[in-house]
């Protein structure tokens, strides 16, 4: 279910679009239910922004039912009805609860369909129940409830009562939608609740059971932004968990920032203060050095990272050595052996196998072969105002320090190209080119230049 506003967020975005763990909620909970049925067997109640929720997971594969007003989970329920009724069973769950795990949603519905109930509720204990419906089970140690009651309904007795609804729930269609109907709207904010099929599926003689989750953390939800930066940072800490049971090295690992979706080797060491975010994908005997932002970006085995560095969309060869404080831009492809030094900034760029560009640098929509050398200061001048255009370099050139290199522009296998040249025109194989102008040299002129400007200044003293 994913059609609510998250009014108590006090944000224009969907509640279930707030990301934690580097994704939308809503998307932690498709990827956990993806593991136990099929996206086509996955139905999204969209309602508030419905078409911004769909773009967001569209390419999940899930369907979508529109709840064009919204009058409660009920209601929502009821949306659904015609889409789902040939199912035998649904799973009901709520998009905003992002730490729900396969395993846990799994077991609720072996459980429900082992025991053929009506209805089945996952519970959890937390700490505090506060502000959480409880559910009322009909005695000590049975799996049977009498029904779920919200915190503002409580009696005294039923207040102390610590097991909460977390609003996820198995049920068997036919007792579902053949009581659906006699939902009332009987409450403070005139809404068709689901919380009340319990008490009316009880009512009719009907099976209502209870299973609690064994880690109360993942049924949690969030109603302010300081709740959901928790469940960002629960979400984290996981992942660094179980990247270093899996090999990896994360020192001081509650200051990284880590999405769920990264996946790193064995052997790698990351170090403090590093982000490592989207579809990234680090691999063995790396180390990411402190600062650094590596964001949707495949690095290959025993790649070192120094501080600083902001990488993104980009491949990053095997044994590459990156910074400190480079840039690498979208679209770019480090080779094997390859160095990008410091405050060298690459965008769409091809950097062979063993070539450097070590200090100063940029280079835009260029081709760059093997073991080439790109001095300090060199450009690409890849831009005319209007279009790009690309700079193609060859095998073993050495190009000088400030050169610029006005693209559309090709230099051939082991050219030399002198330092401060601005080169307009290709260069052949094996060719040196120097394109600046002479120098020119006054004897004396500054000395004399010097002693005119002092005996200015005495005159006027």
């Known amino acids: 279910m994913a059609a609510?506003?998250?009014?108590?967020?006090?944000?224009?975005r969907p509640k279930v679009l707030h990301e934690i763990g580097g994704q939308a909620l809503l998307r932690h909970?498709?990827?956990?239910?993806?593991?136990?049925?099929?996206?086509?067997?996955?139905?999204?109640?969209?309602?508030?922004?419905?078409?911004?929720?769909?773009?967001?997971?569209?390419?999940?594969?899930?369907?979508?039912?529109?709840?064009?007003?919204?009058?409660?989970?009920?209601?929502?329920?009821?949306?659904?009805?015609?889409?789902?009724?040939?199912?035998?069973?649904?799973?009901?769950?709520?998009?905003?609860?992002?730490?729900?795990?396969?395993?846990?949603?799994?077991?609720?519905?072996?459980f429900h369909i082992f025991e053929r109930a009506a209805m089945t509720i996952l519970t959890a204990v937390p700490e505090n129940a506060i502000g959480y419906g409880r559910v009322i089970r009909k005695e000590p140690g049975s799996n049977d409830v009498s029904?779920?009651?919200?915190?503002?309904?409580?009696?005294?007795?039923?207040?102390?009562?610590?097991?909460?609804?977390?609003?996820?729930?198995?049920?068997?269609?036919?007792?579902?939608?053949?009581?659906?109907?006699e939902l009332k709207n009987e409450n403070a904010h005139g809404e068709l609740y689901l919380t009340d099929m319990a008490g009316l599926l009880v009512h009719a003689g009907e099976r209502v059971l209870a299973i609690q989750?064994?880690?109360?953390?993942?049924?949690?939800?969030?109603?302010?932004?300081?709740?959901?930066m928790e469940l960002d940072r629960e979400i984290r800490l996981e992942t660094a968990r179980r990247l270093m049971s899996?090999?990896?090295?994360?020192?001081?690992?509650?200051?990284?920032?880590?999405?769920?979706?990264?996946?790193?080797?064995?052997?790698?060491?990351i170090e403090p203060f590093v982000q490592l975010l989207g579809d990234t994908k680090v691999g063995e005997d790396c180390r990411i050095r402190s600062y650094s932002v590596v964001e949707n970006t495949t690095i290959a085995d025993r790649v070192t990272v120094r501080q600083g560095c902001v990488i993104s969309?980009?491949?990053?060869?095997?044994?590459?050595?990156?910074?400190?404080?480079?840039?690498?831009?979208?679209?770019?492809?480090?080779?094997?052996?390859?160095?990008?030094?410091?405050?060298?900034?690459?965008?769409?760029?091809?950097?062979?196998?063993?070539?450097?560009?070590?200090?100063?640098?940029?280079?835009?929509?260029?081709?760059?072969?093997?073991?080439t050398n790109i001095g300090a200061g060199v450009i690409t001048c890849n831009y005319d105002g209007v279009n790009k255009h690309t700079t193609s370099i060859g095998d073993g050139v050495f190009v000088g320090?400030?050169?610029?290199l006005v693209a559309p522009i090709s230099v051939g296998n082991g050219a030399y190209i002198a330092a401060g040249s601005s080169i307009t025109e290709d260069v052949p194989e094996g060719a040196l080119a120097l394109a600046r102008s002479r120098q020119t040299t006054k004897p004396g002129w500054a000395t004399t230049k010097s002693a005119v400007a002092k005996k200015k200044l005495s005159l006027n003293h």
């Open 29 to 110: 909970v498709i990827r956990a239910a993806s593991h136990i049925v099929p996206p086509s067997d996955i139905y999204v109640v969209v309602g508030h922004q419905a078409a911004r929720v769909e773009d967001a997971v569209r390419d999940t594969g899930v369907h979508f039912i529109h709840q064009h007003e919204q009058h409660g989970t009920g209601h929502a329920i009821q949306t659904a009805q015609s889409a789902v009724s040939r199912y035998e069973n649904i799973l009901v769950l709520s998009g905003d609860v992002p730490l729900l795990k396969s395993n846990t949603i799994a077991q609720v519905r072996d």
């Open 147 to 181: 029904a779920i009651v919200e915190q503002k309904a409580l009696t005294s007795e039923q207040a102390k009562v610590g097991e909460i609804n977390s609003g996820i729930y198995a049920f068997r269609t036919e007792p579902l939608f053949a009581h659906l109907g």
């Open 246 to 269: 899996e090999g990896v090295t994360i020192l001081r690992p509650e200051t990284t920032v880590i999405d769920a979706s990264v996946e790193v080797s064995p052997d790698t060491v």
């Open 401 to 404: 320090s400030d050169t610029t």
């Open 213 to 228: 989750a064994g880690n109360p953390v993942e049924v949690l939800g969030a109603n302010t932004i300081a709740e959901m």
């Open 4 to 12: 609510g506003k998250g009014t108590r967020l006090k944000s224009k």
């Open 313 to 371: 969309g980009a491949r990053i060869g095997t044994g590459a050595l990156l910074g400190p404080y480079a840039h690498i831009r979208p679209e770019s492809e480090v080779g094997e052996d390859a160095h990008v030094g410091n405050f060298v900034e690459t965008k769409k760029v091809v950097l062979g196998k063993g070539s450097k560009a070590n200090h100063l640098t940029y280079l835009g929509d260029a081709i760059i072969g093997d073991g």
